[in-house]
């Protein structure tokens, strides 16, 4: 309000409500002794200074969030019965959390399956994957050594029904007949000028590691925690680095660009909840050092811890906003195989249109991020020559890639595209091949001659 | 490129001429030049801007929306000289707001009059005061330091096409820069108004209004036009408008220093993910229609400057402020038209009003 309330004198519209509500609105908000959803329980207050502090009562605010997570993951079918389902841990709250609940329907699943007669839906696998990053961060092997401890303590307790635990040294990116993957590691991120490109390269590397145990263990499914906290930090970083189009495809539910596609069930929920949920269901979790940022992406976490203070909702503001923006065919669930799904789930799939036809791959993706390209960005198309593998893949990435990845000068970056995974180099040639057909397929019709007939 | 710095840097000559000794860096690539050189690629930049856009056609009457701040002198100095020197066959006015804040803006319309004399272009001057019946000052007066900026933007939009309308022009050019467009970039994000983010980082904007409005300095940083506006010992005149400390915008400006002390390119990087997002072009465009009181371009039954007026007049000053609260709906209502005592400029219709007694 621009005046004060309370002796306002220049008649504005506050005067005009009658005296009743303007007490109300004034009165100091006495302690509401019953939780607001149930109304019969004591509320909870967890003293953290957050919004919404006193109004709900342990359970309801439980329900609540796990009322959430179970809506995102049957509303976009996120997980069926037939699925085996790799949860991304990384001993920080959200993934805890995720952990927790994925964990909880689980036992329901089996308590069902026990229950029922026939056996006719079986229960969904459930494994851990932990990417162990010391080769890339040396000076935390003890804390690393620490962690993995207290993670595998952790998943073994999350039984039954037991969970494979996988940790995942992020060099194993590189394929087990490399030569020194650790080294290789440390040469590839040192030949990245930029601190932020450095970071990044590192978080895409990670993903790398987890779809390559995921698809060698024979999940179908990978659960990322992401909350709504961090999907806002992310809108923004995307839109500083110039990842305005790509950006509608990292925060959604569901992401099946790749071989094992990822789902985030968590969503929609705030890191305030999580962290709550934590302290009320005593949910232990390690904050490891390599965690913090630097550069752009810590700028852009303050800027959001900013404008929290000022108004607790604007992280939901952020992630809504970017909700609007049209998502990819590929923010779906996949088509495939439906032999082993069970009848009722295919039919609820087809039902809501959740799945998408894996034909339809018209984009064309940055090897290094994964990032769906504007067609109209790529003009680049005819930089290609034989055996220039450096130019070749400056040509594949993305703008924003090409500034804070890739090494500035030819021969730092045919070094830099030598010590990439190999999956990311494929990914080139892939590319490369395809846009040709892209631009053929465009104007097949006017063509007169045979591709081996034209110069 | 490369290799040119490299030497360049060793022996402490300009990066681009090789010749003169640098005197900056500069801001957008942080390469080491010369004053000549900066002069150049600046006007050369917004040359480039100009002509692979087409703002322009030759002969258009073109409107520069002058405050006498940097932005807007910089602006006119520039466009007057890449106008004789490429022969764009513009007709340049300078069209300047009055919104009655005493101190600050007093101050900046000697500084557009001087610029009419330097530049040889003429001047034309509109005031809310006309126009409204309030200044600026009123209005804080009664609503305080929350919402004023929302006012004096609504009101200055108009009051441009309206100046525009005077001058005869057949566009309007506005010393918006690549930092205003990146903060609207995330303001709107923040807030979220997605239609508004869809529209805001175009270059040219209202074609199908009363007047179409252009800004060439687009991709030009703001640090940039400072330089500019620094060597070359532009008149300008450079304090803050006195009522802007509590804007929202404020969060969003320090950010964006931020990010540019750490990642120059990131400004550019805002402006093109604005440009990139994919929303939909065929939901979100609000109906146009005109406003039922004044006739101005609407989307709603009033237009925005109408319905804030009717809210200052009646003494409720968050009409018109924040979500929609039905407050068009409630016009409805108050079918009384405003009554006879009320011989105000504002309540008359736009057509009545008679613009040749207006101004200077």
């Keep these: 309000m621009a005046c004060n309330s309370t002796g306002c004198e220049s008649g504005c519209y506050d005067r005009e409500k009658d005296n009743g509500s303007k007490i109300v609105e004034d009165a100091v908000v006495t302690q509401e002794s019953v939780c607001v959803k149930c109304k019969c329980n004591e509320p909870m207050t967890f003293g953290d200074g957050g919004s919404e502090d006193g109004r709900f009562c342990a359970e309801c605010f439980r329900n609540n969030v796990f009322g959430k997570f179970r809506l995102a993951v049957t509303s976009h079918a996120m997980i069926t019965p037939s699925d085996n389902v790799l949860v991304a841990f990384s001993g920080g709250s959200s993934s805890r959390v995720a952990l927790q609940f994925v964990h909880e329907l689980q036992i329901k699943a089996l308590k069902n399956y026990e229950a029922s007669r026939d056996r006719s839906l079986p229960v969904f696998g459930v494994g851990v994957a932990f990417v162990d990053e010391t080769a890339a961060f040396p000076a935390l092997s003890t804390e690393m050594i620490d962690a993995i401890e207290w993670i595998r303590s952790t998943v073994s307790s999350l039984s039954p029904p037991a969970k494979g635990l996988h940790v995942v040294p992020i060099e194993s990116v590189f394929g087990s007949d490399s030569l020194d993957p650790r080294d290789r590691l440390v040469k590839l991120l040192d030949s990245v000028p930029d601190d932020t490109g450095k970071e990044d390269l590192l978080l895409h590397l990670k993903m790398l590691s987890l779809q390559k145990v995921a698809s060698e263990n024979g999940y179908n499914r990978l659960v990322v925690g992401s909350c709504t906290s961090r999907i806002a930090s992310h809108v923004l970083t995307a839109t500083v680095k110039g ?11 569901v992401d099946a660009r790749w071989k094992v596609p990822i789902v985030l069930p968590l969503r ?11 302290l009320l269901d005593g949910l232990k979790t390690v904050e490891l050092a390599c965690r913090s940022q630097s550069g752009i992406n810590d700028l852009v976490s303050s800027f959001v811890a900013l404008l929290q203070e000022e108004n607790p909702s604007r992280e939901c503001t952020i992630v809504r906003t970017a909700a609007k923006l049209t998502p990819f065919y590929f923010n779906k669930i996949p088509e495939t195989d439906d032999s082993n799904v069970p009848m009722a789930t295919q039919r609820r799939l087809k039902r809501f249109n959740l799945k998408y036809d894996g034909s339809m791959t018209t984009e064309a993706f940055c090897p290094i991020c994964n990032g769906p390209q504007n067609r109209s960005d790529s003009s680049e198309l005819d930089y290609f020559e034989e055996g220039q593998e450096s130019d070749a893949l400056y040509a594949a990435c993305c703008s924003s890639c090409r500034f804070q990845i890739l090494p500035q000068d030819g021969s730092s970056r045919e070094q830099f595209g030598s010590f990439l995974p190999d999956h990311m180099i494929s990914q080139v040639k892939h590319q490369k091949v395809n846009s040709q057909a892209y631009l053929r397929e465009k104007i097949k019709d006017c063509l007169l001659l045979d591709d081996e007939e034209v110069v | 490129m490369e290799s040119k710095s490299k030497k360049a840097g060793a022996t402490r000559l300009c990066c681009l001429c090789i010749l003169r000794r640098p005197v900056l860096k500069r801001p957008k690539t942080l390469q080491q030049i010369c004053r000549e050189c900066f002069y150049e690629v600046f006007e050369e930049e917004i040359h480039q801007v ?5 703002l322009f056609k030759s002969g258009e009457r073109v409107a520069i929306g002058a405050s006498g701040g940097k932005d807007s002198t910089v602006l006119a100095y520039v466009l007057s000289e890449l106008n004789r020197r490429h022969n764009y066959g513009l007709d340049l006015f300078l069209l300047s707001i009055d919104e009655g804040i005493t101190g600050y803006r007093d101050d900046s319309l000697e500084t557009v009059k001087r610029n009419e004399v330097q530049y040889g272009l ?11 019946g309030w200044t600026m000052d009123d209005i804080v007066k009664m609503i305080g330091l929350k919402n004023n900026c929302t006012f004096c933007g609504v009101f200055r939009r108009q009051a441009l096409d309206r100046g525009a309308a005077l001058l005869k022009v057949d ?15 995330l303001l709107n994000i923040l807030r979220g108004d997605i239609a508004r983010l869809s529209r805001c980082t175009s270059i040219t904007t209202g074609e199908d209004g009363p007047i179409p ?12 036009i400072v330089m500019y506006a620094y060597f070359k010992k532009l ?11 509590n804007a929202y915008r404020g969060f969003v400006r320090e950010f964006i220093k931020d990010l540019e002390r750490l990642r120059p390119r ?9 440009e990139d997002f994919r929303i939909a072009t065929t939901t979100k465009m609000p109906e146009q229609g005109t406003c039922e009181r004044c006739g101005y371009i609407s989307s709603q039954k009033w237009c925005k400057a109408c319905v804030l007026l009717e809210g200052l007049n009646r003494g409720l000053p968050k009409m018109g402020i924040g979500r929609p609260r039905g407050v068009n709906g409630d016009h409805k209502k108050d079918t009384k038209k405003p009554g006879p005592a009320v011989k105000s400029i504002e309540s008359k219709q736009c057509g009545s009003l008679d613009f040749q007694n207006f101004g200077n």
């Design chain 1, 268 to 278: 929609d929920c705030v890191r305030q909840e999580i962290t709550r949920l934590c």
């Design chain 2, 50 to 54: 100009i002509v692979q856009n087409r």
């Design chain 2, 171 to 185: 566009k309007l050019v506005t010393g918006h820069n690549a930092d205003d467009i990146a903060e609207t970039v």
């Design chain 1, 243 to 253: 990842r305005g189009y790509s950006l509608s495809a990292d925060i959604q539910h």
């Design chain 2, 235 to 245: 008149d300008y005149f450079s304090t803050e408008c006195i009522y802007s400390p």
């Design chain 2, 213 to 224: 409005r252009c800004k060439p300095f687009k991709y030009t940083y703001e640090k940039e």
């Design chain 2, 266 to 274: 990131a400004i550019l990087d805002i402006i093109k993910s604005g």
């Design chain 2, 122 to 132: 003429p001047l034309q001057i509109v005031s809310y005061k006309d126009l409204y």
